[in-house]
């Protein structure tokens, strides 16, 4: 069965930097398409960003050249780094990745970008 925690989340100040975390088990991570997707209040979840088994890597333009999605195979982790945080980034952050044709999610992680 897998399973997917998001940690790392928080209340931040705009241009601040926040590192969420998504550990995998259950799958053999490193094998598996990984992804982030965040729902701000009111909204659809929206895709933020990807990293497929190969390492390449895919953002929305909204967080192009502020976040850096990457890979940790060895310890079956994710990260999403998000630097020049705005409040429009508020939201919760979700860990997904896809297995045998089944959608997985992870239970979220609130952002809170504020003054």
């Known amino acids: 069965q897998v399973q997917l925690v998001e940690s790392g989340g928080g209340l931040v100040q705009p241009g601040e930097s926040l590192r969420l975390s998504c550990a995998a088990s259950?799958?053999?991570?490193?094998?598996?398409?990984m992804a982030w997707y965040r729902q701000a209040p009111g909204k659809q979840r929206e895709w933020v960003a990807d990293?497929?088994?190969?390492?390449?890597?895919s953002y929305a333009d909204s967080v192009k050249g502020r976040f850096t999605i990457s890979r940790d195979n060895p310890q079956n982790t994710m990260y999403l780094r998000m630097n020049n945080l705005k409040p429009e980034d508020t939201a919760v952050y979700y860990c997904?990745?896809?297995?045998?044709?089944?959608?997985?999610w992870g239970q979220g992680t609130q952002v809170t970008v504020s003054l």
């Open positions: 990293i497929n088994r190969g390492g390449q890597t």
């Open positions: 259950g799958i053999r991570f490193s094998l598996y398409y």
């Open positions: 997904y990745t896809l297995v045998q044709s089944v959608d997985s």
